[in-house]
């Protein structure tokens, strides 16, 4: 099996210092903007668009994935608060 090399191959990254930002009327759909490296080497930018659903999505997945590692303050963001609702359903 090969070991995965950050600096060999294709990849996709967040670009450092860049904000998902909300774009539209009333925040139609979110933008996540994304560089392209190639074997180290900065290809060209682009940003993945998601939908608002898309995005609940991607972060009630985020916050069910992460749990509480990443959490050093001790209080919960609302969307791992007992009783909250982010309308996606984790086991």
Known sequence: MALYNPS?????????????????????SVTLPLWVVRNGEHQGDGQLRLSLVEAEQLHAELCYVLGDSWNTAGELPVCRERGATTGVRWP
């Open 8 to 28: 060999h191959g294709w990849r996709l990254d967040r670009i450092p210092g860049k904000r998902v930002q909300q774009i539209g009327d009333a925040g139609q």
